[in-house]
């Protein structure tokens, strides 16, 4: 291995705001399952 060039803020602050996109859409895909599977489907949000 050689020498690793460490990062800039500014590639840093990249790179948060990129995994906060996906992490904000997954967020909202398992909400949506969460409200189908207890309003339409009918299972218990115990189970």
């Given at each position: 291995m050689g020498i690793v060039p460490k990062l800039s803020f500014f590639e840093k602050v990249s790179f948060g705001s990129g995994d906060l996109?996906?992490?904000?859409?997954?967020?909202?895909?398992?909400?949506?399952?969460?409200?189908?599977?207890?309003?339409?489907?009918?299972?218990?949000?115990?189970?």
């Open positions: 996109g996906c992490t904000i859409i997954w967020n909202v895909i398992a909400m949506f399952q969460v409200i189908y599977y207890t309003d339409s489907v009918g299972i218990s949000a115990a189970a």
